[in-house]
């Protein structure tokens, strides 16, 4: 299993989608999942509205590029109208580990014929996850409650999709009772085809023993 810090390695919120905070996440070893937007023409690392101090995400992706492209990068997409310059990025900083996510509804079919690896949500308010037999992997998420269970996982598994699941702190819910009943499915912490995105990502490490 692959854990990806939730915008970034950071040890105060201030730090969040901050260079700092990528580069603690990639010397660690640690995928992360960040945001993008345009801004002016170019795309910039954002969760809520960019202002012109915004990471640039070429910037972003040069770190990851330079560290490890490897590491898995979750990239949430807060603006419809982005595959172009985001397809232009992935080719330039090719090869890399990244897929896209939580777009709108009808912005994600332009990302599928756009041929960018993408991840559709499957939660507790969207038990159908929309368009699966199209996209790379689910991204696993808890809303209201932890209903999904290992065998949840397996199928998505079993259909070739990667999965990853989003730890239930992201909601601000307790998330040591989903880590341990998660940490003891073996065959799932021994497959690199599942993830965990998260605000702790150095204490799952160490929950979790082997994953990286």
Do not use: Y
Not at 17 to 29: K, Q
Not at 114 to 140: K, M, N, Q, Y
């Amino acid at each position: 299993m692959k854990i990806l810090s939730h915008r970034g390695f950071w040890h105060s919120v201030a730090e969040k989608n901050t260079p700092d905070a990528f580069i603690r996440s990639f010397d660690e070893g640690f995928g992360t999942e960040t945001d993008l937007r345009d801004l002016n023409g170019q795309l910039v690392i954002a969760h809520d509205p960019a202002t012109d101090d915004a990471m640039t995400a070429a910037d972003c992706l040069a770190l990851h590029q330079n560290r490890d492209p490897a590491l898995p990068l979750a990239l949430n997409i807060k603006a419809d109208g982005l595959q172009k310059m985001v397809g232009a990025l992935l080719e330039e900083f090719a090869p890399c580990d990244a897929f896209v996510f939580d777009m709108s509804i009808p912005d994600m079919l332009h990302w599928l014929n756009a041929g960018v690896p993408v991840f559709t949500r499957h939660s507790d308010i969207e038990p159908e996850p929309l368009l699966a037999d199209r996209c790379a992997g689910i991204w696993l998420d808890a809303f209201g409650s932890d209903w999904w269970n290992a065998d949840t996982i397996r199928r998505h598994l079993d259909a070739g999709r990667r999965v990853c699941i989003v730890s239930p702190e992201l909601h601000r819910r307790p998330h040591l009772p989903v880590w341990d009943r998660l940490a003891t499915a073996a065959d799932l912490l021994n497959n690199d085809d599942v993830m965990i995105c998260t605000d702790h990502p150095q204490t799952a490490k160490e929950h979790f023993g082997h994953a990286h």
